[in-house]
């Protein structure tokens, strides 16, 4: 146990934004819990954001698996939304080109598992369903005979890349140097592209490591140029630094591999038990390879994992003082940073561990633990993993524009830091 005191109690400001009507909730996730394992990704380019360039031919894939024996009738929609992921209230018609339905019809089933599963994969733009504008979109998953219901639903975008963007990230901060922040300066390379008014009509979006930074929506440029706009020297532009995303892998279920203590069969299949984690922020920074919170399906002996990786029940413990007024989540892409009943922890009186036990695909982790309080604040890692100003995080920046009279946000340009 670290020398913390017994007690955590966890505090997270709520980030204000402007009066608006209820949000709908647009964030990757699953809503039936016989589907797992989400992806979205750039088809063949594991490590960048989910966004591609209009009219060209790189695409969008995202794959799930639903647990059991039997296919399901799975059709899906798009919804064009802005760059606060609200619905736009387009026409079908003024944003594809095609219906706005179709069927999911690439499934197989999963090979030599002891849990049996199908795996689906949709594309975009696929046969019968091409995005014709730019911006954020949100697809959803129904099952066909219930079409009011998603099972799921998964975000990305699609940019026009009429500006560059081009900066840095530095630890040198307005904060502080070299002690818990990072800060970004960037410039919006607009060239011959018309913006009349930069400060109402342009919103920039910063994600760290795939997460949206909400601090970032109201950004605006400190100054102006012929020809681009300069960023830098913004409180929305100075970011926790975090630290390095914690590691694991169970690839195999013969053997013990990365940060996995032992595996076991149980019942129906593995589990594979994780080596205990300790509080880091109390810690000096020690430098590892990440993935950003990625996760990445693999199984040593198969030739396609997607199909050959078994499910394996995944023990996760944490020694850490319990919090008073919170709770703590285990964090990633594989839990689509939801922070909610699926990667809450509970805590163990008799161990003093916090423990969670999640059904995960064989495959190579990223993960960390994050506190979020009773008072429905944002989740923040810091408590336990600390922020340490040598961490490699990666900054994604989209740049939005709305066109006076249009009923639309474009996505004029996207760059990763």
Not at 154 to 178: C, L
Request: aromatic share 12%; with cysteine.
């Amino acid at each position: 146990m670290s020398g913390f005191a017994r007690h955590i109690i966890v505090s997270v400001l709520p980030v204000l934004l402007p009066a608006m009507a209820v949000a709908e909730d647009t964030r990757t996730q699953i809503f039936d819990p016989s589907f797992k394992t989400l992806k979205v990704q750039v088809e063949g380019d594991f490590f960048s954001p989910p966004v591609i360039m209009l009219g060209t031919d790189r695409r969008i894939t995202i794959s799930f698996d639903e647990m059991g024996d039997d296919r399901s009738y799975l059709r899906y929609t798009l919804t064009h939304c802005d760059e606060r992921w609200q619905p736009s209230g387009l026409l079908d018609s003024e944003m594809l080109d095609g219906f706005n339905e179709a069927e999911v019809t690439d499934y197989s089933f999963s090979a030599n598992t002891f849990r049996h599963y199908v795996n689906y994969h949709i594309t975009i733009p696929g046969e019968g369903m091409r995005p014709l504008l730019s911006g954020n979109y949100l697809l959803r998953v129904y099952r066909e005979d219930d079409m009011e219901v998603p099972v799921l639903q998964a975000r990305f975008a699609i940019s026009e890349e009429r500006v560059g963007v081009s900066g840095s990230v530095s630890t040198i901060t307005d904060r502080g140097a070299n002690d818990m922040w990072q800060q970004l300066s960037f410039k919006v390379h607009t060239g011959e592209y018309e913006v009349r008014d930069a400060y109402g009509d342009v919103t920039v979006v910063v994600e760290q490591n795939g997460v949206e930074q909400p601090q970032s929506l109201a950004l605006k440029p400190i100054r102006m140029s012929p020809g681009s706009l300069v960023y830098e020297h913004s409180p929305g532009l100075v970011f926790p630094a975090g630290n390095e995303y914690r590691r694991f892998e169970t690839v195999r279920t013969d053997y013990a591999g990365m940060h996995v203590d032992s595996n076991a069969y149980e019942d129906d299949g593995y589990t594979a038990i994780l080596q205990t984690d300790y509080e880091r922020a109390s810690r000096p920074y020690s430098y590892d390879r990440t993935q950003q919170g990625r996760f990445k399906i693999d199984e040593y002996n198969s030739t396609d994992p997607e199909l050959g990786a078994d499910y394996v029940l995944t023990r996760f413990t944490l020694d850490f003082p319990r919090v008073m007024n919170g709770d703590v989540y285990v964090d990633g892409e594989f839990t689509h940073h939801l922070a909610d009943d699926s990667s809450r922890m509970t805590y163990n009186e008799a161990t003093g561990l916090y423990e969670l036990t999640m059904l995960l695909k064989q495959g190579s982790y990223n993960y960390r633990y994050v506190l979020k309080g009773e008072d429905a604040g944002l989740p923040t890692a810091s408590p336990v993993e600390g922020d340490k100003y040598e961490t490699q995080n990666q900054y994604t920046v989209k740049v939005f524009h709305r066109v006076p009279g249009s009923r639309y946000t474009r996505l004029i340009g996207s760059a990763t830091l």
